[in-house]
């Protein structure tokens, strides 16, 4: 017995030993690298590249930077914090918007409440302007305009409405603000106005109905335009036409596209028309604005996936698919649209299940895919750098 | 040892069963020899005997569970094998266990002889139970060795058991009093006392109350070196918003009747929390705060009748839970939930030879929810579970074969209710002494379970899914068991056991972080195929008189891959945060009035999401925690002081992605007791 009873001892100070030995141990922790893969789509247009931002699902700061050479032909993936390595928690948490204005690339990191701005060449950083629970961006001459969900405070308001955000492009300050209407999300800047939708999105209850007018000279609202539930995107076509997107309430009403236009002696743009197909994003080159047509139901719990074409010279929805060639079966969530105006590619984002890596496809502009690559988390936005 | 005591003091009917095995003691008892024999027991547990479990089980009480560095239930559970602790750090930061990567919801945690639930979210935060009343924690891989248990009981793929302590009087004595103090690092402050009176010969009554405040203020340290080995960033800051203000308060009544017994408990906690969040660029503080207040009474009457023995269980529970965002730059959210559950369960349980036992359990629940969002639910559920047991004890043989039938009904409001859910889950147990010692055990079992989607995971407003699948797991399971108890020789108790398993879990739901803690998003993970190693080691060593050297060490193995689909880019990769090896090692010593307990946790590399990639890992963390304990008897009085120091080399590591644990800190507890 006692033999056993020792020969047990032993094993288990055995086992205990080389757990401790062969168990790995932490290394120091590095800075995460970029990975690369030569997709070989070479282009020598008036694009040295593009941008691709990350979302990175909320609370893992997993907010990412791509970029594609188009020169070299190949895609980086993950650059920021290899390029600006001395950045605590990296880039951030919830990309929303980018943009590439005057040599530089704003990028608007929602959950991190703040846009961070870097050098379009290098995608190091310049600096960091905050602003609370910031969605997108616009320019106008050396400022920029970012509307938030967060306005200031107002005696009274149940809830607080949302505001655009003007900072100085130099200072890198917030210089004036404009209260508008609940969580405004997308704008469109014409005749000195800023036209910005808002969706009332936390607020279920009460959808907001409107886009904003917001006077660039005196920061101020001068009217709010009745269109429709939860509004969210706004694009300007080149007939100067304003399309905004409806996300509808999940439910019984639909989402949709509003056609808004100004018309002789009017002040403001209004509402014309109304287009009945879901749009959940959309990208607009010369004559034909492509969409998203991606829609979920409360009802049957399930989402569809569709990918039109809306012809800008008939205005009409031409019932295609701007996708021709079947990959559309691969797709499993379509999130991030975008088209190079240079040589008519569409890049269509795949976000999966929004908590892997996704994929950017890339299809010519017959609809035929061209390559795919790996992305991260989310893959949101897609903004082309200049040359 | 401690399982004989467990079963002892929690079931001294059973305990009467086993007597009559043996035929030792024919005659019918009287109530006050049951006190006695659990008295006795009690006191005196080595002497008792030693029954195998037929069932793998980890047990954690008494002495041993003092000293090992832990404030609550959940820091105590990462000593078991096979266990992993989701842990958001901090005195109010939730905490959770997952059993064999199966999943939280799939682990059943009963307090006192009743389970907790939560219809809500399955979830139970281990967090919440301090340690100052708890006598033994102990982990089934499925269901109690004994039959004689509520249906429900029988359904899920492993339970926690809290048992707290039962008043034990030595003749003449009519009170017992404790005062416990306990204080340290993040502004701790846990002052403590329980009261035990002898009411009258057979029945006793207890009060337990205690109180913890804490401002969850600790520093923590986010480090990167570049692949050139510089320096990229060192930042250190203190965690914001942790801050946790709570009381529990606690009755018992005990009390004998002739061959049975009965229990009578109300239980209520208060809390305010706040809710520390995840830790993102930009982002070091947030204004999420939470209040809880959860209520239950329960009651359980056991009396033997002959050769037939019943169990009736009794409890209700009102649950609200608060829930503010005051974060100026988020979304302002102000909801109350509250959450009802009612519960009954009968236990019957014949002895048909004196080798061979049959049950028949049948339990029902009602849970409602309540909040005040808009466009809620409203859900009701109605649950109906009815078991059969049977328990064979011959020879070097013993079987425990179990089918549990669910039934379960969900009522929601201004919708179309789901489809009702009707599941069996079979379970089959068996363990062999291959030698003629008893020492020394192999055992098997298969088991399935299910667990219901919750109302979160099916009618939240935001993320609900009313379509949800019910979650099943497979469990098989092969082990063997060396147990030894030698007395006061060099080596005076020893036990080692290695089980190896293979669950598998079909439509599995995982729930992620949305940023804030209480919200989640939900993933129908579907297939998971887990293949595992659990090895539990103690040894306890007496090399001479009042010197008492314990070691305990636990390894677990997991190989826990998502096989959904292969045209996922996580096909077959290690499912997230669970690590592939893990394990702890304990020492303890005992020398007269002084005693020192070190121990290691390894929790190895993981990944934070699906995809099995550099941007999803996490490093491994290990820890050490020491403590000193002196005791101190004056006359009556028996004076203790505890020291510990918890991360002793500080190390700077997170359980779960972007919440930082605390680094180096300590704990002061003196405690009186008379």
């Known amino acids: 017995m006692k033999t056993t009873a020792s020969r047990i001892a032993s094993l288990l100070l055995a086992a205990v030993l080389s757990t401790i030995i062969f168990s790995s141990c932490r290394t120091e922790p590095e800075v995460v690298p970029s990975s690369s893969v030569n997709v070989g789509d070479r282009q020598l247009g008036k694009y040295r590249g593009f941008y691709l931002l990350n979302e990175g699902n909320m ?97 009274g308001a149940n809830s607080p409405k949302g505001a655009i955000y003007e900072f100085d492009l130099a200072t890198l300050r917030v210089t004036r603000t404009c209260t508008v209407g609940y969580q405004p999300e997308q704008m469109a800047v014409v005749d000195g106005k800023i036209y910005v939708a808002n969706s009332g999105g936390y607020n279920p209850a009460d959808y907001d109905r409107t886009v904003s007018v917001v006077d660039i000279a005196s920061m101020t609202q001068l009217t709010q335009i009745e269109v429709g539930i939860n509004l969210y ?76 074409i809306l012809d800008l010279r008939t205005l009409q929805l031409t019932g295609a698919n701007f996708i021709t060639d079947g990959t559309e079966a691969a797709i499993k969530q379509p999130y991030g649209l975008a088209v190079n105006d240079d040589n008519g590619d569409i890049f269509v984002m795949d976000a999966k299940n929004y908590v892997s890596s996704g994929t950017l496809y890339c299809f010519d502009h017959y609809g035929v895919r061209k390559w795919s690559v790996t992305t991260g988390d989310i893959p949101r936005a897609i903004t082309f750098v200049p040359r | 040892m401690s399982i004989v005591v467990l079963a002892a003091v929690v079931m001294p009917a059973s305990m009467l069963a086993d007597t009559a095995v043996e035929g030792a003691d024919a005659t019918p008892r009287h109530a006050d020899d049951v006190m006695a024999d659990t008295l006795s027991l009690g006191e005196v547990q080595v002497t008792a005997k030693r029954t195998k479990d037929v069932i793998p089980v980890q047990v954690l009480s008494g002495a041993e569970l003092e000293r090992l560095n832990s404030q609550t239930v959940a820091d105590a559970l990462r000593y078991f094998s096979g266990v992993q602790v989701k842990d958001y750090g901090g005195v109010g930061g939730i905490k959770t266990v997952n059993v064999r990567s199966m999943g ?58 809290m048992r707290t302590r039962t008043p034990r009087f030595a003749e003449g004595e009519t009170y017992h009093a404790r005062f416990n103090m306990r204080f340290g690092s993040f502004d701790l402050i846990n002052p403590s006392a329980l009261i035990e009176i002898r009411l009258a010969r057979t029945v006793s009554a207890s009060l337990s109350a ?32 942790g801050d946790i203000n709570a009381t529990r308060i606690e009755l018992n009544l005990n009390g004998y ?72 730059k988020q979304v302002k959210i102000d909801n109350l939930y509250k959450q009802k559950e009612f519960y009954m369960s009968s236990a019957n349980e014949y002895q048909i030879r004196p080798w061979w036992r049959v049950s028949a359990s049948y339990d029902f629940q009602w849970n409602g929810l309540d909040a005040d969002m808009y466009d809620f639910a409203r859900p ?57 010692t008893k020492d020394f055990a192999l055992r098997a079992f298969v088991k399935r379970s299910f667990r219901m989607p919750t109302f979160n995971d099916l009618y939240y407003a935001d993320m609900g899914n009313s379509k949800l699948e019910p979650e099943t797991v497979t469990q098989y399971n092969a082990g063997v068991l060396y147990d030894a108890n030698r007395g006061n020789k060099f080596v005076s108790e020893i036990r080692a056991g290695v089980d190896v398993y293979y669950n598998k879990v079909k439509n599995k739901i995982v729930a992620y972080p949305k940023g804030q803690q209480f919200r989640w998003t939900m993933l129908n993970l579907g297939l998971v195929d887990i293949r595992g190693v659990d090895a539990n080691a103690m040894v306890t060593l007496v090399p001479m008189r009042d010197l008492a050297l314990t070691f305990r060490a636990q390894y ?77 008897p004056i006359k009556a009085v028996k004076l203790r002081a505890l020291l510990e120091i918890n991360n002793l080399l500080s190390q700077d590591y997170d359980v779960i992605l972007n919440y930082p644990m605390p680094k180096r800190n300590f704990r002061v507890t003196l405690t009186a007791e008379i």
């Open chain 2, 104 to 161: 939280t919801n799939h682990t059943g945690v009963v307090y006192d002889g009743v389970e907790l639930g939560n219809a809500q979210n399955g979830q139970i935060d281990l967090g919440q139970f301090s340690l100052d009343n708890v006598e033994a924690i102990s982990l089934y891989n499925g269901q109690k060795s004994e039959i004689l248990q509520p249906a429900r009981d029988f359904g899920t793929a492993a339970t926690v058991y």
């Open chain 2, 556 to 632: 677990t193995f997991q190989r826990a891959i998502d096989i959904t689909d292969p045209s996922d880019n996580y096909y077959r990769d290690q499912i997230p945060y669970i690590p592939r090896h893990s394990g702890s090692a304990v020492f303890n010593g005992q020398w007269r009035r002084l005693g020192v307990n070190y121990s290691f946790i390894y929790v190895g590399e993981r990944y934070n999401q699906q995809e099995n990639i550099r941007y999803n890992y996490t490093q491994p963390w290990y820890t050490s925690d020491i403590s000193f304990s002196y005791d101190l």
């Open chain 1, 233 to 308: 995107g706004v694009q300007l076509d080149s007939w100067g036409r304003m399309w905004v997107s409806s996300r509808g309430d999940y439910k019984g009403v639909e989402s949709c596209l509003y056609l808004l236009e100004k018309q002789e002696g009017d002040d403001y743009y209004k509402p014309v028309g109304k287009y009945d197909t879901p749009v959940s994003a959309m990208a607009i080159d010369g004559s034909e604005l492509y969409y998203l047509a991606d829609a979920w139901s409360e009802i049957t719990m399930a989402a569809t996936h569709g990918y039109g």
């Open chain 2, 380 to 436: 009701d559920r109605y649950s109906n579970f009815l078991s059969v047991a049977t328990a064979i004890d011959y020879k070097r043989l013993k079987l425990q074969a179990s089918g549990m039938y669910t039934w379960i009904h969900d009522r929601i409001e201004g919708r179309e209710s789901p489809k009702d859910k009707s599941v069996f889950t079979p379970a089959v147990y068996a363990a062999f002494n291959p030698l003629r």
């Open chain 1, 59 to 155: 609370g893992s700061n997993k907010c990412t930077l791509d970029y594609y050479d188009y020169e070299e032909g190949i895609y980086y993936r993950n650059i920021y914090a290899e390029r600006n390595p001395s950045v605590v928690m990296e880039l951030g948490d919830v990309g929303n918007d980018m943009a590439v204005y005057d040599g530089r690339l704003y990028i608007v990191v929602n959950c991190s409440h703040k846009v961070e701005v870097l050098d379009a060449r290098t995608a190091v950083r310049i600096g960091q302007v905050d602003i609370p629970n910031c969605r997108f961006i616009k320019f106008v001459g050396d400022k920029a305009y970012v509307s938030s969900y967060v306005g200031p405070v107002e005696i």
């Open chain 2, 257 to 328: 009747i002739n061959m049975g017994k009965w229990h009578f408990k109300a239980y209520n906690y208060n809390s305010e929390r706040g809710v520390p969040g995840a830790i993102v660029n930009n982002v070091w503080r947030r204004g999420e705060r939470i209040w809880d207040t959860n209520s239950f009474v329960q009651g359980s009457f056991q009396k033997m009748i002959g050769n037939f023995t019943t169990l009736a269980n009794a409890k209700y529970a009102f649950y609200r839970t608060h829930y503010v965002n005051n974060d100026d």
């Open chain 2, 210 to 241: 205690e109180w913890l405040n804490s401002s969850g203020k600790y520093k923590f340290r986010y480090r990167r070196v570049t692949p050139a080995g510089e320096l990229a960033y060192d930042t250190t800051a203190v965690r914001q918003n």
